[in-house]
């Protein structure tokens, strides 16, 4: 025999020997830890609401989705990619506090003026390369009522 035989044999008699003397533990005292896993009744952040001042409409959220299936006028194999067109705007401080609500509800945020058009400007979410991820972009929106968000493809 060679020495691996020895070191299997060496190794077998090691864990017979250990299993019989080492009592294994119960799973009682894995679990005795004294940790509270009940769920705290209290608000964590009771301003949160206040703040964003939002409530959700669901008649809006269904008729922007609505507008999304019936805006779309060239052949989908055709668009590259989508966006989703949340408001048109006149006044820039408008635009700007509504661009910083969706920034800081890390959504993709930009703005484009409006051809033809003196002081319009439209804000728009995206682009994304598939339309799924929009509509996900746009099901995520559907809480803020002042918005009546759109998708459509991205120039």
Known sequence: MNNLHYILIA??????????VIEPKSFDEYFDFDINTTI????VHPNLQEEQKTTFDIEAFFSAIENQETESAKPIESITGWTIEVEEYDDKEALMNDFKILKDRDFKVYIQYKNNEDNKF??????????????????KMSDLTKFDPKIVPYD
């Open 122 to 139: 439209i804000l728009y979410v995206g682009p994304t390369m598939d339309r799924d991820d929009s509509s996900k972009n746009l099901a």
């Open 40 to 43: 705290p009744e209290e608000v």
């Open 11 to 20: 190794l077998l008699s090691l864990f017979i020997i250990l299993s019989l």
